[in-house]
T-cell receptor
Framework: GAVVSQHPSWVICKSGTSVKIECRSLDFQATTMFWYRQFPKQSLMLMATSNEGSKATYEQGVEKDKFLINHASLTLSTLTVTSAHPEDSSFYIC?????????????FGSGTRLTVV | GDSVTQMEGPVTLSEEAFLTINCTYTATGYPSLFWYVQYPGEGLQLLLKATKADDKGSNKGFEATYRKETTSFHLEKGSVQVSDSAVYFCALGNSGGYQKVTFGTGTKLQVIP
């Protein structure tokens, strides 16, 4: 089946620095990828929809200047958390729609645990 | 807008007990329905899916039936194992387009020996 690879799986960074998270579709082309954030003991909240070759669409309340998304190719989308602060510490997960037919679900990466100290 | 409501957890069961996790949804059109599982420290994995009314999704002993009349997609398993301990998310997505998936809040299942 479709595989989405996400790196790094965990990262610790100092407050004020930037962190880049990569999301790759390994065996299919993904024109659209999604970035989610998961708070402890809560569900996944969609942050933005990443579209290949165009600007990302951000959900209400998500700062696009803080969470930079680049989808430069059909197999790679990146999320950069700029000037990270402790409140940005969270679990970030990307996903891409399985191309093998409508309604067949979305394939998720394994997630990135970001800790800002 | 679309929404998914799941029963709150945590749910604690003894091994070999019967499991039901309730899920109801509100959506426009004809969504597809999913159950995802998240094991500790990992990302989400698709457990099962159903794309139209009366479809039954099944995998690894888990089942869920798409009930349009009650807008429900309850997850069941006849005999749980310790290895089933995880967080389970009910979700819906609108088929035919690259639309976002809407998740429930997740239900933590703990199975004790």
């Amino acid at each position: 089946g479709a595989v989405v690879s996400q790196h790094p799986s965990w990262v610790i960074c100092k407050s004020g620095t930037s962190v880049k998270i990569e999301c790759r579709s390994l065996d299919f082309q993904a024109t659209t990828m999604f970035w989610y954030r998961q708070f402890p003991k809560q569900s996944l909240m969609l942050m933005a929809t990443s579209n290949e070759g165009s600007k990302a669409t951000y959900e209400q309340g998500v700062e696009k200047d803080k969470f930079l998304i680049n989808h430069a190719s059909l197999t790679l989308s990146t999320l950069t958390v700029t000037s990270a602060h402790p409140e940005d510490s969270s679990f970030y997960i990307c996903s891409a729609r399985d191309p093998k037919g409508a309604g067949y679900g979305y394939t998720f990466g394994s997630g990135t645990r970001l800790t800002v100290v | 807008g679309d929404s998914v409501t799941q029963m709150e957890g945590p749910v604690t069961l003894s091994e070999e007990a019967f499991l039901t996790i309730n899920c109801t949804y509100t959506a426009t059109g004809y969504p597809s329905l999913f159950w995802y599982v998240q094991y500790p420290g990992e990302g989400l994995q698709l457990l099962l899916k159903a794309t139209k009314a009366d479809d039954k999704g099944s995998n690894k002993g888990f089942e869920a039936t798409y009930r349009k009349e009650t807008t429900s997609f309850h997850l069941e398993k006849g005999s749980v194992q310790v290895s089933d301990s995880a967080v389970y998310f009910c979700a819906l997505g609108n088929s035919g387009g690259y639309q976002k998936v809407t998740f429930g809040t997740g239900t933590k299942l703990q199975v004790i020996p």
